[in-house]
């Protein structure tokens, strides 16, 4: 695979970089390449029938630059119900956000990931336990098969979270958020107009191809 980062300077305005991964990669890890990202079958997913374009993105829920583009990402998949989002979380700010990322990810065996996603994101200040309880709580998660499945996919959510760690690496990221939105590599936050635009010109490209 080679990613193409975009830099939205302006609305109209994209500046590409290439960035290759491979599909498949012969010298790197067997999880660092575009089906590995897209496809982990333990990353939560917004998947909606007949997708055709998906959005993977690389989060933190102590970034405070997350919690903004978390509504506007809300925002594109109400407005467009042909994408599908992966939710890679990438926990970088400390041991309330590696707490937070195990708890959403684990929160997915009991449906309730998109609910406690939204809490998570839109509390305010940094997270730390007592936080995430409440966030869980507002999300109306049941707090001891949380703790169970924690228990339960313990290996699977920590396998998940090291996947997601060496892709960060590997497609250059430095920080949260990142966007991958089709072959694009987006390094931060953007707003709904610029989201949108990126989303267009993805779709113009696989357009030109067919």
Not at 80 to 91: G, N, S, T
Not at 151 to 162: C, R, V
């Amino acid at each position: 695979m080679t990613l193409y980062r975009y830099f939205p300077r302006a609305l109209a305005a994209l500046f590409l970089v290439a960035v290759p991964l491979s599909s498949s990669c012969a010298q790197q890890p067997t999880d660092v390449s575009r089906n590995a990202i897209f496809e982990d079958a333990v990353a939560p997913k917004v998947a909606p029938r007949g997708y055709d374009l998906t959005i993977v993105e690389f989060s933190d829920y102590n970034c405070p630059y997350c919690k903004r583009m978390h509504p506007v990402l809300k925002a594109l998949l109400a407005s467009d119900p042909k994408i599908r989002l992966v939710y890679r979380d990438w926990p970088i700010f400390g041991g309330a956000s590696v707490e937070a990322a195990r708890a959403a990810i684990a929160s997915q065996w009991q449906g309730k990931h998109a609910a406690f996603n939204d809490a998570l994101h839109s509390t305010g200040g940094r997270l730390d336990s007592a936080s995430i309880r409440g966030a869980a709580d507002r999300a109306g998660v049941n707090w001891p098969r949380l703790q169970s499945d924690l228990k339960t996919h313990k290996n699977e959510i920590d396998a998940l979270l090291a996947r997601t760690n060496r892709q960060a690496a590997a497609i250059g990221l430095s920080g949260t958020p990142g966007l991958i939105i089709g072959n694009y590599l987006v390094p931060g936050a953007l707003d709904l107009i610029a989201l949108r635009t990126a989303v267009a010109r993805v779709r113009a490209d696989v357009s030109k191809v067919k």
